[in-house]
């Protein structure tokens, strides 16, 4: 990628002029707030920093921006106007998670933006809840109701009864939610997303002392053993992970990695591995215990590293040897025992090499031990903060805003307990509960925020008997999905390609890095970024919600955040010019210089062992196995990841990589499976478990375990706009809430159903190309 | 004089259809909708072909990424009537959509089929129309459409180095799906160039053409998925 050249300037004097009126076929990078659209030459094309939204991941993005002509409604009438428009969204070439990379749903942000089904304004509620009746009201009507209902709260001594239930913030706005409600006086802020990372942060917290998610330097690896994490596709951080992938593969001369795929279905991860091992669900961290168990037992792990960084390593090795070997393995795991010898040996003889788990691994009741097993494969080979290792990305260097401090009106309702804290530990399923109970205390007002429950949570929780149970609903969303259509109030948020936020990777690329989103383009919209409405709603409640969110803006409170952070980095000048920087770069990062320095030479991590002694178990599953034969394999979908893609009509005409489906849900069964349940390619099937049923199509899947059926995650909304609306099912409705107990992470891989004939309810539309394969390609 | 080329190594392709998306975005490819779709009648100038090989368990999938090959012996050019498919000084075979009269000749006769006819005019809901690519005319009904190596691009990269004085460096033009593909399976460039990435990735011992015995030539090399050996 050519570096793109920088060269706007602070002022609009003489550097920018020559610049906007250059030739037009420079790629330019430009501040939108220091460059007005009259100033913008026809036909030139500019290009600003930004973050992608599509996923927590975090990489980040320059979009292309253009003067161009757009019809828009002022005071009831339809004009024409120019305005500056997003044209393209590429990847950030100098971001260091990405390297100017993007994935499909990264692409196709710009129908975010430009979704025809967005929120357009405030609304209120008229009609019963779920009638989707609403008036447009003022944002000042708006910020009133709001702040009456909260100032109401609190003079009744009862501010702990507002939760705020949001998705995996971005960095600072996370920082503000969290101010905002300690300073208001509740201790709610919880957070949930159906594919989160709870189990994982537990599991390294555990071995070794991080409560956060671990960075795998794929590149540099020579083997690698994936334990049910989609990495290529979904998992974490699908474009860092792909690139560190194609470099594996094919980046070092003479060198060709090999990827060893574990997983119970065969997903697009599977697709690329050298090796597929379908395993019996759930029984990841026993194929790790058993491959400990042989390199222990032919002495292949790293002995210095294991005397000097480890604990516990007797015990383990006594468990790995007395309960694991490889026949006992291979019956719990359905792996034959010369396969799991074969890559033991391998595993610990190429190094470096790197186990990672996650995804299905994860979501089981036992998940906490699969994630320790296969932690503690890396700790055998000495590959912990090593070139080819895992390691922790260390976060940039921000200076912490002073503490809010507690006050009066606030002490009292923040030492309320938690709603989703049982004995220390979270639990959606209890919050739910409580919710629908009003006990120990009911709810009063919830803020809904990037997080759509209705669509997400499994409805065996009762989520939408206990929303009735809550008086006051409040919904950031930009679009009308599920959750928002049950709310209240709704309160749009600009999208994010008009929104001013930012991101610190996590895992990252192995250097300290942020990146900075601000205002693409002007907001299409009468919505407000939902920062600034918590801001707006702080000061008017009161002086000491005022003194904690003192900023007038949430762009403020951002480069209040960059000042510090400009400081500890000690690059000496002036803010504002390192500031205008950060915004031409579309963040902060240590620079490639400085970073070598500090992933080579990582802080020494010790690796404790016992974890996998007192938290192993057997994976447990909802169904009884006569009445429900087969595993249930939910996975986030390419396209449309939770389901949060699904309003991109882009990513719903994408054909499916593994089955080539578009538009629609499908189920994968196995065609052996198929025909013994007398169905074949197109037909449609009731998929039920105890709690539900759906109907989907099936797809023949020659990579279905046969006694397991697959279904994407995404489809099935029943709001959301009119490409996501009434197509395909949603199959986080069969789900049996079981959780994984230590971390509350959903046990989303754990459930059985039984697949019986449904009446057709329409085709399934899958794209057949005409192949032209040739034997050339298999010489 | 350049000799524009892509190498996709096949080793590095999983298949992610993230160089689809960016096709879309760039080009001004219609959203056809699930009854077109269902009727093969996507716009896809770049698509992901899946291959299964082997049985449970030992199943394999094979990913290839098929674009106008921009052939060399373009089987497509001498059966157009108007001469609105022809070939470019630099390689690249082009489409001119306002000569096209639709006989679809040309897509008959691609041994890659690889060409999208439009049956019909194409509407963008308000506001997505504001994304459109200003830089690519959109195409109506009755005209062929297919991949041009994000032609707008090469113009762009050259008009660029021509204010500055100098010729387009390697690397200068990138086509939407090459820049975006998350395993850097895709390399652009000119193929006269011996120095150029896509020059020396074309030399590997993993290279070959999609049906090569036709004698097409194309200008789109791929690399063969390797195995792992034992080293
Ligand atoms: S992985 Fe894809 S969706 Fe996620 S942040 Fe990166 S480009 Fe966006
Ligand atoms: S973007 Fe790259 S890896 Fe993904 S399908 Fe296209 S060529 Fe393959």
Same mark, same amino acid.
């Given at each position: 990628?050519?570096?793109?050249?920088?060269?706007?300037?602070?002022?609009?004097?003489?550097?920018?002029?020559?610049?906007?009126?250059?030739?037009?076929?420079?790629?330019?990078?430009?501040?939108?707030?220091?460059?007005?659209?009259?100033?913008?030459?026809?036909?030139?094309?500019?290009?600003?920093?930004?973050?992608?939204?599509?996923?927590?991941?975090?990489? /980040?993005?320059?979009?292309?921006?253009?003067? /161009?002509?757009?019809?828009?409604?002022?005071?009831?009438?339809?004009?024409?106007?120019?305005?500056?428009?997003?044209?393209?969204?590429?990847?950030?070439?100098?971001?260091?998670?990405?390297?100017?990379?993007?994935?499909?749903?990264?692409?196709?942000?710009?129908?975010?933006?430009?979704?025809?089904?967005?929120?357009?304004?405030?609304?209120?509620?008229?009609?019963?809840?779920?009638?989707?009746?609403?008036?447009?009201?003022?944002?000042?009507?708006?910020?009133?109701?709001?702040?009456?209902?909260?100032?109401?709260?609190?003079?009744?001594?009862?501010?702990?009864?507002?939760?705020? !239930?949001?998705?995996?913030?971005?960095?600072?706005?996370?920082?503000?939610?969290?101010?905002?409600?300690?300073?208001?006086?509740?201790?709610?802020?919880?957070?949930?997303?159906?594919?989160?990372?709870?189990?994982?942060?537990?599991?390294?917290?555990?071995?070794?002392?991080?409560?956060?998610?671990?960075?795998?330097?794929?590149?540099?690896?020579?083997?690698?053993?994936?334990?049910?994490?989609?990495?290529?596709?979904?998992?974490?951080?699908?474009?860092?992970?792909?690139?560190?992938?194609?470099?594996?593969?094919?980046?070092?001369?003479?060198?060709?990695?090999?990827?060893?795929?574990?997983?119970?279905?065969?997903?697009?991860?599977?697709?690329?591995?050298?090796?597929?091992?379908?395993?019996?669900?759930?029984?990841?961290?026993?194929?790790?215990?058993?491959?400990?168990?042989?390199?222990?037992?032919?002495?292949?792990?790293?002995?210095?590293?294991?005397?000097?960084?480890?604990?516990?390593?007797?015990?383990?090795?006594?468990?790995?040897?007395?309960?694991?070997?490889?026949?006992?393995?291979?019956?719990?795991?359905?792996?034959?025992?010369?396969?799991?010898?074969? !890559?033991?040996?391998?595993?610990?003889? $190429?190094?470096?090499?790197?186990?990672?788990?996650?995804?299905?691994?994860?979501? $089981?009741?036992?998940?906490?031990?699969?994630?320790?097993?296969?932690?503690?494969?890396?700790?055998?080979?000495?590959?912990?903060?090593?070139?080819?290792?895992?390691?922790?990305?260390?976060?940039?260097?921000?200076?912490?805003?002073?503490?809010?401090?507690?006050?009066?009106?606030?002490?009292?309702?923040?030492?309320?307990?938690?709603?989703?804290?049982?004995?220390?530990?979270?639990?959606?399923?209890?919050?739910?509960?409580?919710?629908?109970?009003?006990?120990?205390?009911?709810?009063?007002?919830?803020?809904?925020?990037?997080?759509?429950?209705?669509?997400?949570?499994?409805?065996?929780?009762?989520?939408?008997?206990?929303?009735?149970?809550?008086?006051?609903?409040?919904?950031?969303?930009?679009?009308?999905?599920?959750?928002?259509?049950?709310?209240?109030?709704?309160?749009?948020?600009?999208?994010?390609?008009?929104?001013?936020?930012?991101?610190?990777?996590?895992?990252?690329?192995?250097?300290?890095?942020?990146?900075?989103?601000?205002?693409?383009?002007?907001?299409?919209?009468?919505?407000?970024?939902?920062?600034?409405?918590?801001?707006?709603?702080?000061?008017?409640?009161?002086?000491?919600?005022?003194?904690?969110?003192?900023?007038?803006?949430?762009?403020?409170?951002?480069?209040?955040?960059?000042?510090?952070? $400009?400081?500890?980095?000690?690059? /000496?000048?002036?803010?504002?010019?390192?500031?205008?920087?950060?915004?031409?770069?579309?963040?902060?990062?240590?620079?490639?210089?400085?970073?070598?320095?500090?992933?080579?030479?990582?802080?020494?991590?010790?690796?404790?062992?016992?974890?996998?002694?007192?938290?192993?178990?057997?994976?447990?599953? =909802?169904?009884?196995?006569?009445?429900?034969?087969?595993?249930?394999?939910?996975?986030?979908?390419?396209?449309?990841?939770?389901?949060?893609?699904?309003?991109?009509?882009?990513?719903?005409?994408?054909?499916?990589?593994?089955?080539?489906?578009?538009?629609?849900?499908?189920?994968?069964?196995?065609?052996?499976? =198929?025909?013994?349940?007398?169905?074949?390619?197109?037909?449609?099937?009731?998929?039920?478990?105890?709690?539900?049923?759906?109907?989907?199509?099936?797809?023949?899947?020659?990579?279905?375990?046969?006694?397991?059926?697959?279904?994407?995650?995404?489809?099935? $909304?029943? =709001?959301?706009?009119?490409?996501?609306?009434?197509?395909?099912?949603?199959?986080?409705?069969?789900?049996?809430?079981?959780?994984?107990?230590?971390?509350?992470?959903?046990?989303?891989?754990?459930?059985?159903?039984?697949?019986?004939?449904?009446?057709?309810?329409?085709?399934?539309?899958?794209?057949?190309?005409?192949?032209?394969?040739?034997?050339?390609?298999?010489? | 004089?350049?000799?524009?080329?892509?190498?996709?190594?096949?080793?590095?392709?999983?298949?992610?259809?993230?160089?689809?998306?960016?096709?879309?975005?760039?080009?001004?490819?219609?959203?056809?909708?699930?009854?077109?779709?269902?009727?093969?009648?996507?716009?896809?100038?770049?698509?992901?072909?899946?291959?299964?090989?082997?049985?449970?368990?030992?199943?394999?999938?094979?990913?290839?990424?098929?674009?106008?090959?921009?052939?060399?012996?373009?089987?497509?050019?001498?059966?157009?009537?108007?001469?609105?498919?022809?070939?470019?000084?630099?390689?690249?075979?082009?489409?001119?959509?306002?000569?096209?009269?639709?006989?679809?000749?040309?897509?008959?006769?691609?041994?890659?089929?690889?060409?999208?006819?439009?049956?019909?005019?194409?509407?963008?809901?308000?506001?997505?129309?504001?994304?459109?690519?200003?830089?690519?005319?959109?195409?109506?009904?009755?005209?062929?459409?297919?991949?041009?190596?994000?032609?707008?691009?090469?113009?762009?990269?050259?008009?660029?180095?021509?204010?500055?004085?100098?010729?387009?460096?390697?690397?200068?033009?990138?086509?939407?799906?090459?820049?975006?593909?998350?395993?850097?399976?895709?390399?652009?460039?000119?193929?006269?160039?011996?120095?150029?990435?896509?020059?020396?990735?074309?030399?590997?011992?993993?290279?070959?053409?999609?049906?090569?015995?036709?004698?097409?030539?194309?200008?789109?090399?791929?690399?063969?998925?390797?195995?792992?050996?034992?080293?």
């Amino acid at each position: 990628m050519k570096r793109r050249e920088f060269l706007i300037t602070t002022t609009l004097g003489a550097g920018a002029t020559v610049v906007l009126q250059g030739c037009g076929h420079r790629e330019e990078r430009l501040i939108p707030l220091l460059v007005s659209e009259e100033q913008l030459v026809p036909g030139a094309q500019y290009w600003t920093a930004s973050v992608c939204r599509q996923c927590p991941a975090g990489c /980040g993005i320059v979009v292309k921006t253009m003067l /161009g002509e757009a019809t828009t409604t002022v005071d009831g009438q339809t004009v024409r106007v120019k305005r500056r428009q997003a044209k393209k969204i590429e990847g950030n070439p100098d971001h260091p998670l990405n390297r100017g990379r993007l994935c499909a749903r990264g692409q196709a942000g710009l129908q975010v933006l430009y979704n025809p089904d967005r929120l357009q304004g405030p609304l209120r509620r008229t009609g019963p809840r779920g009638s989707d009746q609403y008036v447009e009201i003022t944002w000042e009507e708006a910020i009133r109701l709001l702040v009456e209902r909260l100032q109401g709260l609190r003079q009744r001594h009862q501010a702990h009864a507002l939760v705020f !239930l949001t998705g995996r913030l971005s960095k600072h706005t996370r920082l503000l939610v969290e101010r905002f409600m300690r300073a208001y006086g509740s201790p709610n802020h919880i957070t949930y997303e159906l594919f989160d990372d709870a189990v994982e942060r537990r599991a390294n917290e555990l071995t070794m002392g991080r409560e956060a998610l671990a960075t795998y330097d794929l590149a540099r690896a020579r083997y690698v053993l994936s334990f049910s994490a989609p990495f290529l596709e979904t998992w974490r951080s699908p474009v860092y992970y792909s690139l560190g992938f194609g470099s594996m593969r094919q980046g070092r001369p003479g060198v060709r990695g090999k990827l060893v795929h574990v997983e119970p279905r065969f997903s697009l991860t599977a697709a690329s591995a050298d090796e597929w091992l379908p395993i019996n669900p759930g029984t990841e961290g026993t194929l790790a215990m058993g491959l400990a168990g042989i390199i222990i037992e032919e002495n292949l792990f790293d002995r210095a590293f294991i005397e000097r960084h480890t604990r516990g390593f007797q015990a383990f090795r006594q468990l790995a040897r007395e309960e694991y070997p490889p026949e006992r393995v291979s019956e719990i795991t359905a792996i034959p025992a010369e396969t799991i010898v074969r !890559l033991a040996r391998e595993f610990a003889q $190429h190094r470096p090499s790197l186990a990672l788990g996650g995804g299905a691994a994860a979501a $089981h009741t036992n998940g906490l031990f699969n994630l320790i097993a296969i932690q503690a494969l890396n700790a055998l080979v000495g590959n912990l903060g090593r070139p080819g290792g895992l390691s922790f990305t260390p976060d940039p260097p921000f200076q912490e805003f002073p503490p809010v401090p507690e006050t009066p009106q606030t002490r009292e309702s923040l030492r309320q307990p938690r709603l989703d804290r049982v004995d220390g530990a979270t639990s959606i399923p209890a919050l739910i509960e409580r919710w629908r109970s009003g006990q120990p205390y009911a709810v009063d007002t919830l803020f809904l925020y990037e997080v759509n429950p209705l669509f997400t949570l499994p409805p065996a929780l009762g989520v939408r008997e206990a929303l009735q149970k809550i008086p006051f609903i409040v919904s950031f969303s930009s679009f009308k999905d599920e959750s928002a259509a049950w709310a209240d109030l709704i309160l749009p948020d600009h999208t994010y390609l008009e929104s001013w936020w930012d991101e610190v990777p996590e895992p990252g690329a192995g250097q300290p890095a942020v990146g900075l989103a601000q205002p693409v383009v002007k907001p299409l919209y009468n919505t407000r970024l939902t920062s600034d409405v918590l801001l707006h709603v702080a000061r008017t409640i009161g002086d000491d919600m005022r003194a904690a969110l003192p900023w007038e803006r949430f762009e403020d409170f951002l480069k209040e955040a960059y000042r510090g952070l $400009h400081r500890a980095v000690g690059e /000496g000048g002036d803010f504002e010019h390192f500031w205008e920087e950060v915004l031409k770069n579309g963040g902060w990062w240590m620079p490639d210089d400085q970073r070598s320095s500090l992933t080579d030479h990582p802080e020494p991590q010790t690796f404790d062992f016992s974890p996998a002694l007192s938290h192993r178990r057997q994976p447990t599953f =909802a169904g009884d196995e006569r009445a429900y034969p087969f595993h249930l394999h939910i996975y986030p979908s390419i396209a449309f990841f939770d389901g949060r893609g699904a309003n991109q009509p882009w990513l719903q005409e994408m054909p499916d990589p593994m089955t080539t489906v578009a538009w629609g849900s499908w189920v994968e069964i196995h065609p052996r499976t =198929a025909e013994q349940l007398g169905v074949s390619e197109g037909d449609w099937v009731w998929i039920e478990s105890p709690h539900g049923r759906i109907q989907a199509p099936v797809v023949l899947f020659p990579g279905a375990r046969p006694d397991t059926v697959n279904i994407p995650v995404g489809q099935g $909304h029943q =709001a959301y706009g009119r490409y996501a609306k009434d197509r395909g099912a949603n199959p986080v409705r069969l789900l049996t809430p079981l959780m994984e107990p230590v971390s509350g992470g959903l046990a989303w891989a754990a459930t059985r159903v039984k697949v019986s004939k449904a009446p057709d309810r329409g085709r399934l539309v899958t794209v057949g190309y005409t192949r032209v394969h040739t034997e050339a390609e298999r010489r | 004089m350049a000799k524009w080329g892509m190498v996709i190594d096949l080793d590095r392709c999983t298949g992610c259809e993230a160089c689809v998306i960016a096709c879309h975005a760039e080009n001004n490819l219609p959203i056809v909708g699930e009854e077109e779709s269902a009727k093969g009648r996507q716009h896809n100038w770049i698509r992901v072909e899946r291959y299964w090989e082997g049985e449970y368990p030992h199943i394999r999938a094979r990913f290839i990424p098929v674009l106008c090959q921009q052939c060399d012996h373009a089987p497509c050019e001498p059966v157009c009537p108007v001469y609105a498919t022809y070939h470019n000084p630099e390689g690249l075979n082009a489409q001119v959509y306002n000569r096209c009269i639709g006989t679809r000749f040309c897509a008959n006769n691609c041994p890659y089929t690889v060409r999208v006819f439009n049956w019909f005019d194409h509407h963008w809901e308000k506001p997505l129309d504001e994304q459109l690519n200003p830089d690519v005319s959109i195409r109506t009904r009755g005209m062929m459409e297919k991949c041009t190596f994000c032609i707008q691009r090469i113009h762009r990269a050259r008009h660029q180095a021509e204010d500055e004085g100098r010729d387009i460096r390697d690397g200068d033009v990138q086509p939407a799906c090459v820049q975006s593909c998350p395993t850097e399976a895709m390399v652009f460039g000119d193929l006269d160039d011996p120095d150029s990435r896509v020059s020396q990735r074309a030399r590997s011992r993993r290279a070959f053409r999609l049906l090569e015995e036709l004698g097409t030539e194309p200008s789109v090399i791929y690399l063969k998925g390797d195995e792992w050996v034992e080293p």
